[in-house]
């Protein structure tokens, strides 16, 4: 980074020395014969004068003449009008436009090229009655006029209208104008309305005493309407800028009063919106005639130059010329004097041109023109390529308007810039782009001449050389700013930064020069990425920035380095260069199965070997390990349906800490069984690490018929058919079983079922354990119609029971339910006895049992499989002994919550 600053930064005196406020410059002496009315200053500093004069210094000169700043006549400019010009408007290409009151019921518009020749190209305009009084250019450059006339080119308008360069009248608001009620002065405004100032009393048939504006959209504005008080002859003869808040003087023949009170004389301040100042009291006076103001002149230090026929201002002989301070008090520090002084013009540098009709200045001999000297003038400019800023100070002219203008050419040729608004510090412009090296000229337009009637420009030109500067800056968290070095060692750190976490942070690539600084290329270090880059090469305005946001990679675990480098066309730091750093933190889960490491979501299940019904469970061991840099917090463990996870606790594990779990099929359901493990961390980018699983569970029990012919049970009068239940594997135990029967045939009902099924097949739940190779032999009880063959060929299915899952179902249950009675209890072939209660599916109930009635014990809780339960004692476990070793047991049921 430059240590010094690219802006070009101007501050200069401007006046051309130290002289006493009003004093006369004898070096300026035109000498002009007769009346001068109209008055406007050229950019190159000339001087625009018209009346009814025939000479300037002694040469012959008919009514208009440019003169030199020296003050003599320029002899290449060269032109005779008709009439005695009152009014004339300066271009800024040097030509000018002329009202030349042709004859009594007209005046023409002219333009006049800057070698003196009429231009030919231009559409005159012809103005009726009392012709045109005032005229001046609005911010856009076209024409406004003002007057008593009734027409323009034989187009009805009154009073005032907008032109066109083109010479077509564009807008024209009807005003009541005669020859006693005319419009007779203008002041336009930045923001693109105008002032009117006159006799008038009526505007589009609304009461407007002397003062009324014309909205930007050229339209009467029926809310603005300053309380001028209206007295006999009395008009309001030139109006100026007051200060940049849009605030105005308004000055010529006229009493303002307040509470029936005079107040002021001859000129008023107002607002910007037409409230009258009555702090502002100025009394101006005369000795033999009314007083009246009739050219104002504005200073940057907010001081007022007033001419006009006056003798006095607030009791103090003043004649013709005064300076007031901003209160309306008159400024001892001036000192001038010239009878018949009629208008004013502010020259850049703030000395002062006076014309009228008078013969003497200061004591002086002066005719109808000089200049005098003034206080002070100096202002600062500031040049940057997109943005001017314009502060006067002094006695510098308060403009108008002001518009910019650019010459690569040394001055020879220039070219709009821009216009600039007013600011509470002076003048602005944004927007820009100027050349990078050249001149700029400043050109402020302002009101001269008597009644202000005539527009010229006072102009401010300077040499400059701008260059770009390129800075970084990093917008820290509290919204200051780091401003980075270029080539420094020390980085724009994200710190420890979560992984996973979004790490941005946001860098401004300034332009502190005075060009626009063009960015060509971002290069950014691995681990580092643009959000939303712009589009390259950019461009970035001075004093502003271009905004980066800057992402670290927070995928991976570790730390993030190196250089980024910036290019633009800053010619000492082509290249801006500055080191990132961030470190990714956090904890990073890692599943092994063995030695092998499982990738998260694998599509290929981890399987088990085959496991049985009853048998011991079968297990593989899961490693979780921590492979970060943070501890890793598990907070579930969890299998899906089929499969069970030994101790399965949330669990913080340390970076590098590993911890075994034991992960296998739920054994109580028969079937291929699959499903995921899933393991719940903070892991930032795996919160869930999942692995599929598969096993298969098989059901160790085989049945058998052992005769398919039934036999005849004459005791029941049923039908008798013996089955068998074989275990015929050696590491299962079963507690207890379903026996599914289906394909029965028509007519043929089993009647010791414990549960009928929708689709027709019955249940029959025999609850005693059998244990590797064993057998178990139980009798299905038919009941058969006549004509049906006592053949039967039943399909059989054999569902384990394991009462392990029925007490773990129990631990939540709650106290004994009503009883419910047993519909049947039989002893079995093997001597056993077999009860039947009816059931609600999916409920729990309990058998207890007793051998005098009085003492009840409880057996292991069952669950309905359906609407008919059947339930065997067969001893242990689920009676402490065998009913076959007892003389008698009593039995009921309840359920269980």
Known sequence: MKTLSSIALVTLCLTP???AAGELDTTFNPNVNDEIKALA???DGKIFIGGSFTSVGGVETNRIAR??????KDPSWDYKTAGAPASCVVLADGNVLVADPVKSSQTTVYRFLANG???????????????IQSMALDADGNLLVTGGFHALNNTKCAGFAVVGMDGVIKSHPLIEVSDTRAVLTLLPRADRSTLLGGSFVQINSKSRNHVAKISSQGTFDSVFAPAITVGTDSAILCLARRGTDGSFYAGGSFSQTLDGKVIATCLASFSSTGVLNTSFRPIFTHATKAPRVTSLAVQADGKIIVAGDFTGVNGVANNGLVRLLSDGTNDSSFKATAEGVTGLALQMDGRIIITGNFTQVNGVARNRIARLRNSEAFDRLTIRQDVVSWSPFGAIPQCDLLTLETSTDGGVTWLPA????PTSGGWLATGLDLPVSGMLRLLGRSSSGLQNGSSGLAARQTSYSLVPEVSVRELNSQGGLLVLTDGQTSPVDYGEIGQGSAATKTLQIYNSGSAKLTVTDIQLPPGFTLINPPVLPAKVGTSTYLALTVQADTTALGSLSGTAVIS????DEASFDFPLAAAVVGPDIAMHLGDVELPNDRAEPVTFVEGYQGADPVRRSFAISNEGNRNLVVSRIAASAGFTVDDAQAYTFAPGESREIRVGPDQSIAGDLTGYLEVYSDDADEPVFRVPLAARVLNP???????????????????????????PVKIATVDGFRVIVRGLPEGVVVRNASEVLEDGSVVIEVHRPLGPLGKFDFVLEYEISKGTSAVVFPALTTEVIL?????????????LAPEFAVEKCERTADGDFALTFRAVPGRFYQVEYSSDGKIWKASSPTCAAGSIVRWVDCGSPYTESSPKDVPMRLYRVREIE
Not at 803 to 815: F, P
Request: glycine share 8%; aromatic share 2%.
């Open 17 to 19: 020395g130290l002289w």
């Open 41 to 43: 200053l050229t950019a």
């Open 67 to 72: 003169l030199l700043t020296s003050g003599s």
């Open 117 to 131: 020749t009429s231009d030919q190209t231009w559409k005159t305009i012809d103005a009726s009655a009392t012709g």
């Open 418 to 421: 821009g216009k600039a608004s």
């Open 568 to 571: 633009t066309d800053d010619a």
């Open 701 to 727: 029990l085989v049945t058998k018929v052992l005769n398919t012919r039934t036999t005849l049970n004459r005791k029941t009068g049923l039908r008798e058919q013996k089955l068998r239940i074989l275990n």
């Open 803 to 815: 009462n392990s899952t029925r007490k773990a179902a129990l631990v939540s249950g709650a106290a």
